[in-house]
């Protein structure tokens, strides 16, 4: 199991950007679906300032820290969308010859529907991890290598979810993987990215397994009540995948593995239908406004 970054693997992707092999298992040629929502891989590659500036040790906590303490700690409940929300997507119905023919083309198939599926979850995954309220809450500086950690953290918590229906939701989770695949190699496309690619893409398809591997360790019955936020702190916010200081007590971490652990069981609340069709939605996340209303007069 590789469960830090390799030196060189995190190397390169700083500069350039990442994407994963193929994995050996092939269900087909995928329905084709927009990447006009991803965030260019190129923009990344110049490092920004930290959305906030992480606490120092020693120094008393303020007023944003306690919000972050305080933050994950209500009692989960199902992610899924009401009936009624205009972020729902819904399977398209098609009446007369048009269905007649769409059902010839196997749209309707078992397959079809799976991919259809697997596309929305994965929008919902990238809807999380991309926009720069996940930053600000945890205090990540966004890099590529943090992108990639947290959406390895969220394809976990998926595909965590899915195995729980069994061999559907495990077949719906390869489809699931096999999109996160194609999404990766379409943002180091679009970074340059043409050499020795290959072996950096090995060394990834390592993190990846090697991190899944680990996050499932640490939630398993045995674990101890620290593991997850070990797990965390090596795999998102060091940047060597050391392990954390025996005196370090990041709120940032901490807030993150409450994060996690709430969502998984948000997820697990979340129904079948809600997860196979991608109609839920992850904690909206955003830092509270710790100032004071102005009063006009």
């Known amino acids: 199991m590789l469960s830090r970054w390799s030196s060189r693997a995190a190397t390169h992707l700083t500069r350039h950007g990442f994407r994963q092999t193929q994995h050996p298992y092939n269900h087909g040629i995928l329905a084709g679906r927009s990447f006009a929502k991803v965030a260019p891989a190129a923009a990344a590659a110049t490092k920004t300032p930290p959305l906030v500036d992480s606490p120092s040790k020693g120094r008393s906590p303020d007023k944003s820290e306690t919000i972050l303490n305080a933050m994950f700690l209500s009692k989960p409940c199902s992610l899924a969308l009401a009936p009624n929300s ?69 394809m976990w918590l998926c595909l965590r979810r899915l195995k729980e229906e069994g061999k559907e939701g495990v077949e719906l989770g390869q489809y699931l993987y096999e999109i996160y695949n194609h999404d990766l190699e379409i943002r180091v496309s679009k970074a340059g990215v043409n050499l020795l690619l290959t072996r950096w893409m090995k060394d990834l398809e390592k993190i990846f397994y090697g991190n899944i591997v680990a996050y499932d360790k640490a939630m398993s019955p045995e674990s101890k009540q620290e593991d997850l936020r070990n797990v965390i702190w090596r795999n998102v916010f060091s940047d060597d995948g050391s392990d954390m200081p025996n005196d370090a007590s990041p709120n940032e971490v901490q807030a993150m593995a409450r994060y996690a652990c709430r969502e998984s069981t948000c997820l697990s609340l979340t129904d079948k239908e809600a997860m196979f069709s991608g109609n839920f939605m992850f904690t909206r996340l955003e830092v509270p406004n710790t100032r004071k209303p102005v009063k006009h007069t």
């Not at 991919?115 to 999380?128: F, K, M, P, T």
């Open 86 to 154: 205009p972020l729902r997507v819904e399977e398209p119905k098609y009446e007369g010859i048009r269905r007649v023919i769409l059902k010839l083309l196997l749209f309707y198939s078992k397959q079809s529907r799976s991919i259809r599926g697997a596309n929305v979850i994965y929008d919902r995954i990238i809807s999380q991890v991309d926009k720069p309220g996940i930053y600000a809450v945890f205090r990540l500086e966004k890099t590529f290598k943090t992108t990639f950690s947290l959406l390895v953290l969220h």
